[in-house]
C-alpha cells in the first residue's frame, strides 16, 4: 500500500487487519503529554480496502463510514469535516 500521507512529528502510522481486505490505519504519537505517561497514543486514522484500493473514514475504530477521496484527507484523520454554509463562507 502506497500512503500518500507523511506522519506529523513525533508520530507514525500503523497498520492493522481490520477484515478480510481491509486494514485499520492507526497515528500513534510518541508526544509528552501531562495528562497521561501512556506511550504511544494512539488514534484511529481510517480504513483501507485492498481489494478495492479505497479509503474510508472512520466512524470509530470499530465501524467504518464512507468512502473518502484520499485527497480531502489530512495526515491526521480520514474524517471529513461537515461545515455549515456560513463556515464555508468564512473558510475560503
Known amino acids: 500500500?502506497?500512503?500518500p500521507h507523511v506522519a506529523p512529528n513525533q508520530c507514525k502510522y500503523q497498520y492493522k487487519d481490520f477484515r478480510k481486505n481491509v486494514l485499520s490505519i492507526w497515528l500513534c504519537d510518541y508526544g509528552e503529554y501531562h495528562y497521561t505517561s501512556r506511550r504511544p497514543?494512539?488514534?484511529?486514522?481510517?480504513f483501507y480496502n485492498t481489494k478495492t484500493?479505497?479509503?474510508?473514514a472512520p466512524i470509530n475504530s470499530k465501524k467504518m463510514g464512507k468512502v473518502v477521496s484520499i485527497d480531502k484527507t489530512t495526515a491526521y484523520t480520514a474524517m471529513q469535516i461537515d461545515f455549515t454554509p456560513l463556515?464555508?463562507?468564512f473558510n475560503v
Open 53 to 56: 484500493k479505497q479509503y474510508y
Open 87 to 89: 463556515e464555508l463562507a
Open 41 to 46: 497514543i494512539n488514534t484511529i486514522w481510517g
Open 1 to 3: 500500500m502506497d500512503f
